[in-house]
């Protein structure tokens, strides 16, 4: 996947991706940041390019993009690796790669073990995805694919309790015990979780909310709960994290090249939790 950006970069770096190639655009030479990093991943054996005017500007996805792109093996989490974890955030059809990647990040700050992407949510290497998600694409075990139903059926098999949200009805998020193996599932930002996928819940939680907002984003609701499974499990002492180790595997064949060359809530318009 293409990581953007001499932070990012570094993450993956101390992270042990497979760095396969880094293009430098010529300001970045004169970056001290950029400057740093990749002189760090050169003398590891990366292949590095500088490139002539104008091109970075060509290929990068942004706008505006930073002087410094790379090319990163990433190896996705299997649903087998995270069953050993305490607490999953399930995404079920979320299309918004800044969400995607939000949450991912909200994840790795809150403790949750791992997060799965099922079928039909966007790609976690998506480039948006990755650079919302700050680098916490590579600290979190991210499981990418899997029928939605099939991958909660799963987790409940191991012990889960399967937890969605609702804008009313629900137990209140404070009341409930985050103290177990916990599935937090999340649908799409217009329409929510289906009834097939409700079906297969244990439970719904709610999120009293004093003002006239309808609903929360998708993850501004996976902030709000994470934070309140890690209040709750930091103030008994329960597990926090627990993530399988080594999720993200070095990828055969991308290893570091000797080789250098220079020259359920209600939907909201803007996204809204399910």
């Known amino acids: 996947m293409v990581v953007e950006g001499a932070e990012l970069l570094s993450v993956a770096f101390e992270a042990n991706q497979p760095v396969d190639s880094v293009y430098v655009a010529p300001e970045g030479r004169t970056n001290p940041a950029v400057a740093a990093v990749v002189d760090r991943v050169f003398d590891s054996g990366v292949r590095v390019f500088d490139l002539a005017p104008g091109v970075i500007e060509r290929i990068a996805d942004t706008v505006s993009p930073q002087p410094v792109l790379a090319l990163v093996g990433f190896a ?23 969400n995607a990647g939000t949450m991912i990040r909200t994840a790795d700050a809150a403790g949750v073990g791992a997060v799965v992407c099922c079928e039909g949510t966007v790609d976690p290497t998506n480039p948006k995805t990755v650079r919302s998600s700050a680098g916490s694409l590579f600290h979190v075990p991210v499981v990418a694919g899997g029928e939605p139903l099939e991958v909660i059926e799963t987790l409940r098999e191991w012990g889960f309790t399967a937890v969605g949200t609702a804008v009313r009805g629900g137990t209140d998020y404070s009341e409930f015990d985050w103290n177990q193996k916990v599935a937090l599932v999340f649908g799409n930002e217009a329409s929510g979780l289906g009834s097939e996928v409700m079906d297969h819940l244990d439970t719904l939680v709610s999120v009293p909310m004093a003002g006239r907002a ?14 309140e499974a890690l209040r709750h499990r930091r103030s008994a002492g329960g597990p926090i994290g627990t993530a399988a180790a080594n999720p993200h595997p070095t990828i055969p064949g991308m290893e570091s090249s000797t080789t250098s060359t220079t020259g359920p809530a209600g939907p909201d318009e803007d996204g809204a939790t399910p």
């Open 76 to 98: 996705p989490a299997v649903l087998d690796d995270i069953r050993d974890v305490s607490m999953v955030m399930v995404c079920v059809d979320v299309r918004d790669p800044g």
């Open 214 to 227: 309808e609903s929360l984003n998708v993850s501004v609701s996976a902030a709000v709960l994470s934070f």
